[in-house]
């Protein structure tokens, strides 16, 4: 007996695909970036790209009612000239459950909370953000039970624009002096990657940056030292690093990182949460899903 298959098609510019396809291509693009998709399937890049929207839609709509203990806050660029999206996802079910708002103000924040209810905002026991003051004054405006824990990622970039500004002063220091320049000139993103991540090429070229340059060396290590804050177990073994961290910042004439240091001192609460067993959430997924949103978005 033969039986034949009811294949759903999209509808559009991708009409010559079906869903099931589409659900494939979304798959593999959570595994992959769209180049490598692309190549892989022979297709072209703004194909898989289209296709990736479909399934991303998809799978908003499937979510169903959101009901979140654990959320996720971050904002998502829509296009150049700052203008902002909010992205709120539920960290536990590992799934985006509001996407809104016309910028990163509280108002803007405010309306998921009213959206969700104040029975299921009363449920909500840890929420993970960055430190912009709007997202945690609308939170603990409505959800004052709830711990909120500051997101590393966010912590540590603005650690990385620190180490930044300390490059550009050497750069300018040493102003008439090409020699010494030229070891600085482009290693930007040598120096704000985790040595870990380095390839060949880039291991050789910061080995020799941070010979020569010895301001830059003393912060390079400095930034790569912090990443120890978040391996702690209790906040006074936390506070016992960020305390001796900050105290070998003296005399070492860095204020960029003496201003880092203030801005973690006015947000300690929130990092200390990271000591607590019950707030080891993945963080990496929220990164991942907004890549995904920014192809939503464009």
Same mark, same amino acid.
């Given at each position: 007996?033969?039986?034949?298959?009811?294949?759903?098609?999209?509808?559009?510019?991708?009409?010559?695909?079906?869903?099931?396809?589409?659900?494939?291509?979304?798959?593999?693009?959570?595994?992959?970036?769209?180049?490598?998709?692309? %190549? *892989? !399937?022979?297709? =072209?890049?703004?194909?898989?790209?289209? @296709?990736?929207?479909?399934? #991303?839609?998809?799978?908003? &709509?499937?979510?169903?009612?959101?009901?979140?203990?654990?959320?996720?806050?971050?904002?998502?660029?829509?296009?150049?000239?700052?203008?902002?999206?909010?992205?709120?996802?539920?960290?536990?079910?590992?799934?985006?459950?509001?996407?809104?708002?016309?910028?990163?103000?509280?108002?803007?924040?405010?309306?998921?909370? %009213? *959206? !969700?209810?104040? =029975?299921?905002?009363?449920?909500?026991? @840890?929420?993970?953000?960055? #430190?912009?003051?709007?997202? &945690?004054?609308?939170?603990?405006?409505?959800?004052?039970?709830?711990?909120?824990?500051?997101?590393?990622?966010?912590?540590?970039?603005?650690?990385?624009?620190?180490?930044?500004?300390?490059?550009?002063?050497?750069?300018?220091?040493?102003?008439?002096?090409?020699?010494?320049?030229?070891?600085?000139?482009?290693?930007?993103?040598? !120096?704000?990657?985790?040595?870990?991540?380095?390839?060949?090429?880039?291991?050789?070229?910061?080995?020799?940056?941070?010979?020569?340059?010895?301001?830059?060396?003393?912060?390079?290590?400095?930034?790569?030292?912090?990443?120890?804050?978040?391996?702690?177990?209790?906040?006074?073994?936390?506070?016992?690093?960020?305390?001796?961290?900050?105290?070998?910042?003296?005399?070492?004439?860095?204020?960029?990182?003496?201003?880092?240091?203030?801005?973690?001192?006015?947000?300690?609460?929130?990092?200390?949460?990271?000591?607590?067993?019950?707030?080891?959430?993945?963080?990496?997924?929220?990164?991942?899903?907004?890549?995904?949103?920014?192809?939503?978005?464009?």
């Amino acid at each position: 007996m033969t039986r034949q298959e009811k294949l759903q098609w999209l509808s559009g510019a991708m009409s010559g695909y079906t869903r099931r396809f589409a659900f494939y291509v979304g798959r593999q693009c959570q595994k992959s970036n769209i180049q490598d998709v692309a %190549k *892989e !399937l022979n297709l =072209d890049w703004k194909t898989v790209k289209e @296709l990736e929207k479909e399934y #991303m839609q998809g799978k908003l &709509s499937r979510a169903g009612p959101a009901n979140p203990k654990v959320i996720g806050i971050d904002e998502i660029s829509r296009r150049k000239g700052h203008t902002y999206s909010i992205v709120v996802s539920d960290l536990e079910e590992k799934h985006p459950i509001w996407f809104g708002g016309d910028d990163r103000s509280e108002e803007s924040m405010c309306l998921f909370y %009213k *959206e !969700l209810g104040h =029975d299921k905002c009363k449920q909500i026991r @840890l929420g993970i953000m960055g #430190m912009w003051k709007p997202f &945690s004054n609308a939170f603990e405006e409505h959800a004052p039970q709830a711990a909120i824990l500051f997101d590393r990622f966010h912590v540590m970039r603005h650690l990385g624009e620190a180490l930044d500004k300390i490059r550009k002063q050497e750069y300018s220091r040493l102003s008439g002096n090409d020699k010494q320049r030229s070891f600085i000139k482009g290693q930007k993103y040598t !120096l704000l990657s985790r040595n870990k991540n380095l390839g060949l090429d880039g291991k050789r070229s910061l080995k020799l940056l941070l010979k020569v340059n010895k301001r830059l060396n003393t912060a390079y290590l400095l930034k790569e030292s912090f990443s120890q804050l978040w391996n702690y177990q209790s906040e006074a073994w936390a506070r016992k690093f960020f305390d001796n961290w900050k105290a070998s910042l003296k005399w070492q004439r860095l204020n960029p990182f003496e201003e880092f240091a203030e801005l973690i001192e006015r947000h300690w609460s929130g990092i200390a949460a990271y000591a607590k067993p019950e707030n080891k959430v993945s963080l990496g997924f929220v990164e991942g899903l907004n890549n995904k949103i920014r192809v939503l978005s464009t």
